[in-house]
């Protein structure tokens, strides 16, 4: 139950946030507690907090957020618009179930759900679907690519990267390559104020993909 | 135009006997005098999956390349390894239809056609692992619980028995099922059953080859009054307690017995409702192959909460243990430990990991397992190595009495928070076998495919093949030195069985679900295996 009051302080709120974040990705906590379990109350209080003002998004401001501020665009791709490293959001704000799971799903558990899409914006590390991990390559020549992975196996890798361009390279002709588990996405708990995030919320919600006849 | 029946009378008047008669028990069991044939499931009734073929070396294996393609009409996991008799291969079309193919061009010769009843549902796929021949006939079981004999030359059927439900389960009917190769013995043809997450109360089967009537039934969870109920609560709990086979067994000539893995009990997440052993899940049992009494058991993981099912083939061996030459039963376990067994008498010589596996600290003096307090099944969960899905599971492994060494298709790094009656969580990534290629996304840490080969005398690790991601495939070896496999990542390769040194791969464009076989026709090896739901076949240019 959420026990926060009603008028706390916004500012206060960010920074409680931001503390469990840092805390978490300090690892400062280490009795007992796993990650999980921390990354959950981090979900919780922060939804809490954002829950208990009430805060009301505007998705027309959202979208202009989207496309200008928020700068998401130079990653994720809405209908036409965007770049195509990132996932796709067109239909981000359709419920996918949870059937699939955070490994399965390509948007992962947030899809549909305005607490994942928050928490997203706020800790992108905080669950990252298998499908958005990103890749890095060195080739022998030093040139270092980053990408979406799209897959590798033993003997081959096959991304996309931040040009939005389909890239494969045969691992023995690489001087480095890692799967990153982390994700690529800022953090956008110190660029945005939690009106913004509510107004970007409610813009994401707001796709779900066209129409079905 | 050339009519393909005018081909393949051609093909049989140019190449000699190409259908298959005459495979006497005989000939089965001295399979390793006719390495052109592959008789059975694992090549010869020791489940050793070794080929006595040695056209394919590690100098040559480079030049292997494509013969035919066979594409199979059945969108279903393609899990087959096939027969191959006097030049015509047979294999099956998933579910259950089994087709004949000049082994040279894979052409078709023959299809029987076989549609199970609607009502069957086994677990985990509608599949089908092999075949077996005696005689002139092929036999067959199928995922609806019939065990069919089939006319290698035309095709036609012989026989169909309906396999007895047993009367503790009428309810679990659609549940009962074959989905392993038969294992012929004598006059004999052998099969269990496949089910045991649905309730069922296992067995193993002998049927007469020539008219299909139940020889004995050796049930794999003891009633009342039978050594092992008392492994099981008071009560009815035993009627359901699951046991089912779903994977070849294998036989010894000397000893005239047969070795079978039994797996999972029912409600593995439950275990506190099935207090007791719960013999004779995840154990081995020694059957009289003429009777089906009960000589000997081992069970790998007693009071399993796990899902460690111990369908794995048996793989029988001589070696010298300890300085004495010994006849020993070599078994790479769903739960991580690699087991040497006397095969006479079911002592337990050693156990040792073959992947990280955190539940066990050993074994007590009679070989039962210690479990490491806590590493077990709780309500808040626990961590534990290797994962649900097993170090190994279904898909065979190797031994080769040309290198002495056991070699083992596994999965490292993988594991799972096992809860208390509710379904284990995965901790990496761990997925089922599917037909077509999936998107890899893993890191090692999260679970990786891998080959092992161990020296089973000192279970001494020699080498590994390590792959990028998880594998469902079988290992074949052959005298050449040369080790076939393959993974969901869709590449079959061969290995030189000594090193482990990558000799050859192919991308075939699906996941590789099935053991490799190999066979001769005309001097010339060929190296077959399924992949994706195609049958492809080998050999040098």
Known sequence: ?213 | MRHPLLLASLSASLWGPLYGQGVTFDRILNADKEPQNWLTYSGAVNGQRHSELKQITPANAKNLELQWVWQSKSLEKYETTSLVVDGVLYTVEAPDTVVALDATTGKTFWTFPYTPAADARPCCGRVNRGLAILGDTIFMGTIDAHLIAIDAATGKQVWNTEIPTPAETPEAKGRYGVTHAPLVVKDKVIVGTTGGDGGIRGYIDAYDAKTGKQAWRFYTIPAPGEPGNESWPPGDRWKTGGGAVWQAGAYDPESNLTFWGIGNPSGTHNPDQRVGDNLYTDSVVALDADTGKLKWYYQFTPHDDMDWDSTQVPVLADIEWQGKPRKVMLWANRNGIMYVLDRASGQFLSGKAFVQANWLSGFDEKGRPMRVPGKVATPEGSFIMPTMLGATNWYPPSFSPSTGLFYIPGWENAGVINYLGKTSKDTGVTPMADVKLAPNYRTDAEGFGVVRAFDPKTGEKKWEYKMGDTTWAGVLTTAGDVLFSGGREGYFYALNARTGEMLWKVPLGGQINSGAMSYSVNGKQYVAVAAGTSLFAFALR
Request: hydrophobic share 40%; with cysteine.
């Open chain 1, 1 to 213: 139950m959420c026990k926060v009051p009603s008028q706390v302080n916004q500012d206060w709120l960010r920074v409680s946030s931001l503390v469990l974040i840092l805390i978490l990705k300090g690892g400062i906590l280490t009795g007992g507690m796993s990650i999980t379990v921390l990354r959950t109350c981090i979900f919780a209080l922060t939804a809490c907090a954002l829950g208990a003002q009430q805060l009301t998004g505007d998705p027309a401001r959202g979208q202009a957020l989207f496309e200008g501020k928020g700068e998401c665009l130079m990653c994720h791709r809405v209908n036409d618009k965007g770049s195509r490293y990132g996932p796709d959001l067109s239909t981000i704000g359709a419920s996918r179930g949870r059937g699939g799971g955070p490994n399965i799903s390509p948007t992962g558990t947030a899809a549909g759900d305005p607490k994942g899409l928050e928490l997203a914006m706020l800790d992108p590390d905080a669950e990252v679907a298998l499908a958005n991990r990103s890749v890095r390559v060195v080739t022998k020549d030093g040139t270092v690519i980053t990408g979406r992975l799209l897959n590798h196996d033993n003997f081959s890798v096959q991304f996309i990267d931040t040009q939005s361009k389909l890239r494969a390279f045969m691992k023995s002709d690489l001087k480095e390559f890692a799967v990153l588990t982390k994700s690529p996405m800022p953090s956008y708990q110190d660029k945005l104020n939690a009106q913004e995030v509510a107004d970007l919320v409610s813009y994401l919600i707001s796709l779900k993909g066209p129409s079905k006849p």
